[in-house]
């Protein structure tokens, strides 16, 4: 029963969305300008969930664990990601940004820990995933098969990307392409259940894989095949919430990863362009391989 619920929920979301106009390029947001929707028209989704900086004094959130650091500038990131597309393809990525504090609520956590319990934030967090699951279904619409990158930022003392694939630290150690379980947890199950030529390690640390390819860039990354997994000493961030959600069988036309981005060359100004420049030579490159999709 609660499968054929949600079967009937998601049909009727998927109705809304395509009856509904979408304008490529344009920006689309609620009333409070909290959530940005940039309509793309390529097979990529990126979501900002921890770059934004309107605080709301009275519905902070004060439950236990609560994380409120901010991911500084990642929606300035986002936005040099999709000049830089424009600017070689002429065309952009899907791209929902969250302009709310964090100290308010969580885009990257479920609704009950993201809002803290605040009722008047669960407007915001409806908003936001609203805007990927739509994204998500126009993406899949026209080609089939899309890629869900969550971009976050780390202060981490090792200066690389860390590509979250949902695997821990002693997991990527450990990558084994012939452990079922690993396959299965990771955020690329999707396309390895339709692709039979690839597998888990391929897509991680092999020649095409996105941190090799961002490596060769002259940007650092973990895994990659230049960096295959991080020591045990390290601190790594292996994806969350978005991740896990967007990549589950429930979308099994959607496959990614989560960016945790260092500061320095990647979210500062002068890193910025040289980074969405080297991002979208790679993803040019990534939608060939894996997409079979040129653009």
């Known amino acids: 029963m609660k499968h054929i ?11 809304f969305v395509y009856a509904q106009k979408w304008e ?68 952009r990525p899907y791209i929902i940004i969250s302009n709310i504090s964090r100290k308010n609520v969580d885009q990257n956590r479920d609704m ?45 003392s090792k200066q690389r990307l860390e590509v979250g694939y949902l695997l821990k630290a002693e997991e990527l150690r450990a990558l084994d392409a012939k452990d079922n379980k690993q396959v299965a947890k990771s955020s690329m199950a999707n396309l390895l259940s339709t692709d039979k030529h690839l597998d888990l ?29 991080p020591l045990e000493e390290d601190k790594y961030f292996n994806g969350g919430y978005n991740t896990q959600r967007y990549t589950s069988n429930k979308y099994p036309n959607i496959f990614g990863w989560q960016i945790e981005s260092h500061f320095k060359g990647v979210r500062d100004a002068e890193g910025r362009p040289v980074f969405a420049k080297a991002f979208v030579d790679v993803m040019g490159n990534y939608f060939k391989t894996y997409l079979k999709k040129s653009f």
Request: glycine content about 10%.
């Open 5 to 15: 619920k949600l079967t009937l929920l998601l049909l009727l979301f998927s109705g």
């Open 24 to 91: 490529v390029g344009k920006t689309y947001t609620d009333d409070e300008k909290w959530t940005e929707f940039i309509v793309g028209d390529l097979p990529l989704i990126i979501s900002v969930p921890h770059g934004g900086a309107i605080t709301l004094p009275d519905a902070l959130r004060d439950c236990k664990g609560a994380v409120t650091v901010t991911d500084s500038r990642t929606i300035e990131l986002a936005k040099e990601i999709e000049k830089a597309f424009i600017a070689k393809y002429n065309a």
């Open 112 to 156: 009950t820990e993201g809002t803290c319990g605040n009722k008047a934030m669960e407007k915001p967090w409806n908003q936001f995933h609203n805007y990927i699951d739509t994204a998500l279904a126009l993406a899949t619409k026209k080609f089939g098969k899309a890629i869900y990158i969550d971009l976050h930022g780390h202060g981490h």
């Open 201 to 229: 390690e391929q897509l991680l640390v092999g020649p095409d894989a996105f941190g090799t390819l961002m490596a060769q860039q002259g940007i650092d990354a973990v895994p990659s095949k230049q960096d295959k997994a």
